[in-house]
């Protein structure tokens, strides 16, 4: 009997949870102190994320017709947003700060600062800060400023009449963005502590000298967030890059979705500064301290405390399987090598590159780019390609949110130097990880062939924040699967129909196709009363047709772990229903971040599947994108990503957080065991 399938929970609520987990971080005891504090700091990044985009999308289909979004729903996710904002800047209040202070660590306000403080605060702002200040003074003529996404302004209520004789009281001062936000004070007149004081304090204490002949009644930091997605039509623009680089400009001054506010803002000006936004009062967040923590990021940066942090990993480089002293091309005639980033060395993949480059037989290299940063090793490995002469194809992905600009610029050298430059498809974003080189090879005087080598991800082109995720790179010559990805590049650039692949799962085509069918394989051998297990670990479950399948096959009698790090609407644990779907999310010091999926349908080495990708299993990464997963063939290679993706997350009882069937989420309580330390002590470098 197959039974109904339950509701699926807010994907927006999942995403707030998983920022609990994350502030949960904060509160550890095991967790150095400044890393507390960047885990703070990584809530409030997420939640701008989450406002500019989740949350503007759920006020945008609030106003369609017949949308199955309502007010109540918006309601509800603000309620919880404005809980763990609240909960936040207790923890920053009550926890953090204090810690700090015990370390001889202080930020302080202008009734903190003793006179030589005081003095060089003034020194400070006269010759660093006032000249960079322009207040307005509202009026007819000058109306309420322009007032960029997220970026900081105070606004003041002053007494008396202006210069004119006009009875304007209040203006706006923008806090420059090209000023630091934190400030740390010279060690002569610090105590013996390390001494902060924030931007805004030192504007703050000097906000009369910014209006001569009148008095500060009452002022408060604000902050706006805005709607941030690019609104571009690409079946209407005739160059999607030029259309982007003008919708950069744009971008910025979006539909307001979000304002903060200190706690100690008067009424007046928190209703005045809604007005001006359109917002309604509960767009309203009063916060108890600095009006955007991201930038507390500077403090921990500032901070001469190497025992405060985590102690500093160094990736090793995998000689076992790729030796320094081979090259790689070498060595991948050979078999597949497999890294595992970060505990491994991101290094090999720029060795790679790097050896593709300088080698003359080496004839082509395309690559995809979706995050690469504004600097880039890799980039400049590809303009140096070109200039080379050797024939370089980029698929760059103009669309890659909030890396659009850097993208555009990677774009624009690239094509300078004369390199084939393609933007993907129209409506769908290019987010595959790929990296193709085709190299001339044979003996002297004889026949020569072309052979391909390849590089595929579950993860960026970039070197920094491999240091940072967890991830899954294979270095292949397997003329099957880099077959296949000579195909999907020519279908990027061509438009083509490509030929059906042997290998590689390609969305949109068939990789939806190909998770539905692996989970009925699954299903079936559950009714037959054979072995039926699945263990997936992805960063978002949310598409409702894989859902779903999984509750069918859980329903059957297969085994289910999921390892879910963000949002996940798949509710486990309900009797008779998902009792055998187990959910669980890993918050450690690593972002997760590699995708894995692994099947097995009976006893036999033919009855199991794993399959890595750059694809979370959401409807937009399975439909609205280009993205590839491949199968692991190599049992030795499949055992190893079993032992180190799937095994040790699924026995974390340190950093792991199991998902109730209300979509709220426990901490695992154990030995203390941490996947993510037990990987880092395999590869410790000796």
Same mark, same amino acid.
């Given at each position: *009997?197959?039974?109904?399938?339950?509701?699926?929970?807010?994907?927006?609520?999942?995403?707030?949870? $998983?920022?609990?987990?994350?502030?949960?971080?904060?509160?550890?005891?095991?967790?150095?102190?400044?890393?507390?504090?960047?885990?703070?700091?990584?809530?409030?990044?997420?939640?701008?994320?989450?406002?500019?985009?989740? $949350?503007?999308?759920?006020?945008?289909?609030?106003?369609?017709?017949?949308?199955?979004?309502?007010?109540?729903?918006?309601?509800?996710?603000?309620?919880?947003?404005?809980?763990?904002?609240?909960?936040?800047?207790?923890? $920053?209040?009550?926890?953090?700060?204090?810690?700090?202070?015990?370390?001889?660590?202080?930020?302080?306000?202008?009734?903190?600062?003793?006179?030589?403080?005081? +003095?060089?605060?003034?020194?400070?702002?006269?010759?660093?800060?006032?000249?960079?200040?322009?207040?307005?003074?509202? /009026?007819?003529?000058?109306?309420?400023?322009?007032? =960029?996404?997220?970026?900081?302004?105070?606004?003041?209520?002053?007494?008396?009449?202006?210069?004119?004789?006009?009875?304007?009281?209040?203006?706006?001062?923008?806090?420059?963005?090209?000023?630091?936000?934190?400030?740390?004070?010279?060690?002569?007149?610090?105590?013996?502590?390390?001494?902060?004081?924030?931007?805004?304090?030192?504007?703050?204490?000097?906000?009369?000298?910014?209006?001569?002949?009148?008095?500060?009644? &009452?002022? &408060?930091?604000?902050?706006?967030?805005?709607?941030?997605?690019?609104?571009?039509?690409?079946?209407?623009? =005739?160059?999607?890059? +030029?259309?982007?680089?003008?919708?950069?400009?744009?971008?910025?001054?979006?539909? !307001?979705?979000?304002?903060?506010?200190?706690?100690?803002?008067?009424?007046?000006?928190?209703?005045?500064?809604?007005?001006?936004?359109?917002?309604?009062?509960?767009?309203?967040?009063?916060?108890?301290?600095?009006?955007?923590?991201?930038?507390?990021?500077?403090?921990? /940066?500032?901070?001469?405390?190497?025992?405060?942090?985590?102690?500093?990993?160094?990736?090793?480089?995998?000689?076992?399987?790729?030796?320094?002293?081979?090259?790689?091309?070498?060595?991948?005639?050979?078999?597949?090598?497999?890294?595992?980033?970060?505990?491994?060395?991101?290094?090999?993949?720029?060795?790679?590159?790097?050896?593709?480059?300088?080698?003359?037989?080496?004839?082509?290299?395309?690559?995809?780019?979706?995050?690469?940063?504004?600097?880039?090793?890799?980039?400049?490995?590809?303009?140096?390609?070109?200039?080379?002469?050797?024939?370089?194809?980029?698929?760059?992905?103009?669309? !890659?949110?909030? /890396?659009?600009?850097?993208?555009?610029?990677?774009?624009?050298?690239?094509?300078?130097?004369? =390199?084939?430059?393609?933007?993907?498809?129209?409506?769908?974003?290019?987010?595959?990880? *790929?990296?193709?080189?085709?190299?001339?090879?044979?003996?002297?005087?004889?026949?020569?062939?072309?052979?391909?080598?390849?590089?595929?991800?579950?993860?960026?082109?970039?070197?920094?924040?491999?240091?940072?995720?967890?991830?899954?790179?294979?270095?292949? !010559?397997?003329? /099957?699967?880099?077959?296949?990805?000579?195909?999907?590049?020519?279908?990027? %650039? &061509?438009?083509?129909?490509?030929?059906?692949?042997?290998?590689?799962?390609?969305?949109?085509?068939?990789?939806?196709?190909?998770?539905?069918?692996?989970?009925?394989?699954?299903?079936?051998?559950?009714?037959?009363?054979?072995?039926?297990?699945?263990?997936?670990?992805?960063?978002?479950?949310?598409? %409702?047709?894989?859902?779903? =399948?999984?509750?069918?096959?859980?329903?059957?009698?297969?085994?289910?772990?999921?390892?879910?790090?963000?949002?996940?609407?798949?509710?486990?644990?309900?009797?008779?229903?998902?009792?055998?779907?187990?959910?669980? &999310?890993?918050?450690?010091?690593?972002?997760?971040?590699?995708?894995?999926?692994?099947?097995?349908?009976?006893?036999?080495?033919?009855?199991?599947?794993?399959?890595?990708?750059?694809?979370?299993?959401?409807?937009?990464?399975? $439909?609205?994108?280009?993205?590839?997963?491949?199968?692991?063939?190599?049992?030795?290679?499949?055992?190893?990503?079993?032992?180190?993706?799937?095994?040790?997350?699924?026995?974390?009882?340190?950093?792991?957080?199991? @998902?109730?069937?209300?979509?709220?989420?426990?901490?695992?309580?154990?030995?203390?065991?941490?996947?993510? @330390?037990?990987?880092?002590?395999?590869?410790?470098?000796?």
């Amino acid at each position: *009997m197959t039974l109904m399938p339950p509701a699926l929970l807010n994907r927006e609520q999942a995403i707030l949870e $998983f920022n609990a987990r994350v502030l949960a971080q904060a509160q550890r005891e095991d967790v150095p102190l400044l890393e507390r504090l960047r885990y703070v700091c990584i809530v409030s990044s997420n939640l701008d994320e989450f406002f500019e985009v989740r $949350f503007a999308d759920m006020l945008d289909a609030a106003r369609e017709p017949g949308s199955v979004v309502s007010n109540r729903d918006i309601e509800r996710v603000a309620g919880e947003a404005h809980a763990l904002i609240d909960r936040q800047y207790d923890v $920053f209040n009550e926890q953090i700060m204090p810690r700090l202070l015990e370390q001889g660590i202080v930020i302080h306000n202008h009734a903190d600062r003793d006179e030589a403080q005081r +003095h060089w605060v003034s020194r400070f702002f006269e010759r660093e800060v006032k000249p960079l200040l322009v207040p307005v003074g509202l /009026d007819p003529a000058h109306p309420f400023p322009q007032v =960029a996404n997220k970026s900081l302004h105070f606004v003041v209520r002053l007494s008396g009449k202006d210069a004119f004789g006009r009875d304007n009281r209040i203006a706006i001062v923008k806090v420059p963005r090209v000023l630091p936000r934190v400030i740390k004070l010279p060690a002569q007149i610090s105590g013996g502590r390390q001494v902060f004081v924030l931007l805004t304090s030192v504007i703050r204490a000097h906000l009369e000298e910014l209006f001569p002949g009148r008095q500060v009644e &009452s002022f &408060s930091q604000f902050r706006v967030t805005r709607d941030s997605d690019l609104e571009v039509d690409e079946e209407e623009v =005739a160059n999607l890059r +030029h259309a982007l680089r003008s919708g950069l400009t744009t971008r910025h001054f979006g539909r !307001a979705v979000r304002l903060e506010v200190v706690n100690s803002c008067p009424e007046e000006l928190s209703r005045f500064l809604l007005e001006q936004f359109q917002l309604p009062h509960a767009a309203l967040y009063r916060v108890n301290g600095p009006v955007n923590l991201v930038r507390l990021n500077e403090l921990i /940066d500032l901070t001469d405390a190497p025992e405060l942090r985590f102690v500093p990993h160094e990736p090793l480089w995998p000689q076992a399987s790729l030796p320094r002293q081979k090259r790689c091309f070498e060595r991948l005639r050979k078999g597949d090598v497999l890294l595992h980033h970060p505990f491994e060395s991101f290094e090999p993949v720029v060795q790679f590159l790097r050896e593709a480059v300088e080698d003359p037989d080496v004839l082509a290299i395309k690559q995809t780019i979706y995050r690469t940063g504004s600097q880039s090793v890799l980039m400049d490995l590809l303009i140096e390609a070109a200039r080379r002469g050797k024939e370089v194809m980029a698929v760059v992905e103009l669309k !890659a949110r909030f /890396d659009e600009e850097a993208n555009i610029n990677w774009a624009e050298r690239l094509e300078a130097v004369g =390199a084939q430059v393609v933007y993907g498809i129209v409506g769908l974003k290019t987010h595959a990880k *790929m990296l193709l080189v085709t190299r001339r090879e044979g003996k002297p005087g004889g026949k020569h062939v072309l052979r391909r080598y390849a590089h595929l991800s579950t993860g960026n082109y970039n070197p920094k924040t491999a240091r940072l995720y967890t991830d899954i790179g294979c270095l292949t !010559a397997d003329p /099957d699967l880099t077959a296949d990805i000579d195909n999907v590049f020519r279908q990027l %650039a &061509s438009l083509g129909k490509a030929r059906p692949a042997k290998r590689l799962l390609l969305a949109p085509f068939h990789m939806h196709e190909r998770m539905v069918e692996c989970l009925a394989r699954v299903e079936q051998s559950a009714r037959e009363g054979r072995v039926a297990r699945v263990v997936l670990k992805v960063n978002a479950l949310t598409d %409702a047709e894989l859902i779903h =399948a999984l509750l069918r096959c859980g329903q059957a009698g297969a085994e289910i772990d999921l390892i879910v790090r963000g949002a996940c609407m798949l509710p486990p644990q309900l009797p008779g229903i998902s009792d055998r779907i187990r959910v669980r &999310s890993v918050v450690g010091r690593f972002l997760e971040h590699s995708r894995v999926s692994y099947f097995r349908w009976g006893e036999g080495e033919e009855d199991e599947a794993l399959y890595l990708s750059s694809a979370d299993w959401m409807s937009r990464n399975m $439909f609205r994108r280009i993205e590839v997963a491949w199968p692991v063939l190599d049992p030795k290679l499949r055992q190893r990503l079993i032992d180190e993706t799937l095994q040790p997350y699924l026995h974390d009882s340190l950093d792991a957080w199991e @998902q109730l069937p209300d979509g709220h989420y426990r901490r695992i309580e154990g030995e203390g065991l941490s996947a993510q @330390q037990a990987l880092m002590r395999r590869y410790a470098v000796e």
